[in-house]
């Protein structure tokens, strides 16, 4: 029960794009396509952001988009703004009605 | 509105027990499966455990087996985690967190604001 894994940073100018990776393995990311990512502000609780891989929670901006390819999937933010600036947590289904977070991503809005 | 309020957290030495609670309201409790999530200082999110809605089925990360143990009352909207011969790399917010729809144990749209176990001698 590795943790998925994701790149330690990233960062934005506002207005760009930016995509997050997530890998896991054919048991987990690959096997099943509930893939879910969570923004955490420091000192809050996670927020859901996308589920299923690509649904967007009502709510959720449409700047925030989610894909799987293989064992990889990725959160891509679109038009990044300066709220966006947070971590962000991909999550699996990994069977047996068990959950695997990723490590976590810093993402800086420059 | 949905809450979820988790409480009981505190300092135990290692080796120590230590129960938390999470009192539910807004939603009718025993239609979801109900997960425990925590967070080391600095570290990311790691799922702990979860209970089905009648609390006949339980899981866990192979880390807490043995050792943890999640249960429900759902009369009194609650969920709980037992959590004995605690180690030093338990230390974290341990968060309760409910799932978007009745039949599935995640994606967790709602979260508590968590709770903080600190374990250390």
């Known amino acids: 029960q590795s943790a998925l894994t994701q790149p330690r940073s990233v960062s934005g100018s506002p207005g760009q794009s930016v995509a997050i990776s997530c890998t896991g393995t054919s048991s987990d990311v690959g096997r099943y396509d509930y893939v879910s990512w969570y923004q955490q502000h420091p000192g809050k609780a996670p927020k859901l952001m996308i589920y299923d891989v690509s649904k967007r929670p009502s709510g959720v901006p449409d700047r925030f988009s989610g894909s799987k390819s293989g064992n990889t999937a990725s959160l891509t933010i679109s038009g990044l703004q300066a709220e966006d600036e947070a971590d962000y947590y991909c999550?699996?289904?990994?069977?047996?009605?068990?959950?695997?977070f990723g490590g976590g991503t810093k993402l800086t809005v420059l | 509105e949905v809450q979820l309020v988790e409480s009981g957290g505190g300092l135990v030495q290692p080796g120590g027990s230590l129960r938390l609670s999470c009192a539910a309201s807004?939603?009718?409790?025993?239609?979801?499966?109900m997960s425990w999530v925590r967070q080391a200082p600095g570290k990311g999110l790691e799922w702990v455990a979860n209970?089905?809605?009648?609390?006949?089925?339980?899981y866990y990360v192979d880390s807490v087996k043995g050792r943890f143990t999640i249960s429900r009352d759902n009369a009194k909207n609650s969920l709980y985690l037992l959590m004995n011969s605690l180690r030093v790399e338990d230390t974290a917010v341990y968060y309760c967190a409910r799932p978007r729809e009745t039949f599935g144990v995640d994606p967790f749209d709602y979260w508590g604001q968590g709770t903080l176990v600190t374990v250390s001698s």
């Open positions: 999550c699996s289904y990994a069977g047996s009605r068990t959950l695997i």
């Open positions: 807004g939603f009718t409790f025993s239609n979801y499966w």
């Open positions: 209970v089905k809605q009648d609390g006949s089925e339980r």
